[in-house]
């Protein structure tokens, strides 16, 4: 098993956002997407998994609904908003671009500079 990466400050909330662009789920549901699409290697305390999700709501980037889960208990469910969408691909340009520079500085050869 490999060993789990610390998340970067300030991803937190892109990934939440992306999970939640993939569809709606209750806040643990979120939790377990990021980690499921991560091959488990993320590890999020859910105490700042959840001060995100109230962020994210508070900025109007996902909006919740009271549902009932998949164990009949009631869970509020969160899903993108139009700002949400806005606000992802915004980020996701960010983080590409500055993997993108990072990965070159990494490659870089003594005699290429």
């Known amino acids: 098993m490999r060993k789990p990466v610390d998340l970067p400050q300030g991803t937190l909330e892109m990934l939440v956002l992306k999970a939640v662009s993939l569809d709606p789920l209750h806040g643990y549901g979120v939790l377990l997407r990021i980690q499921q699409i991560s091959g488990e290697r993320l590890e999020i305390l859910q105490g700042s998994f ?24 009631r869970a509020r469910f969160y899903s993108l908003t139009a700002a949400g969408s806005r606000q992802l691909k915004a980020e996701t340009a960010r983080w590409t671009d500055m993997a993108a520079v990072v990965a070159g500085i990494l490659d870089k050869k003594p005699h290429e500079i």
Request: zero cysteines; hydrophobic letters at 25%; a positive charge.
């Open 50 to 73: 959840y001060t995100a999700i109230y962020r994210l709501e508070r900025r109007g980037w996902i909006k919740g609904k009271w549902g009932e889960s998949e164990n009949n208990r």
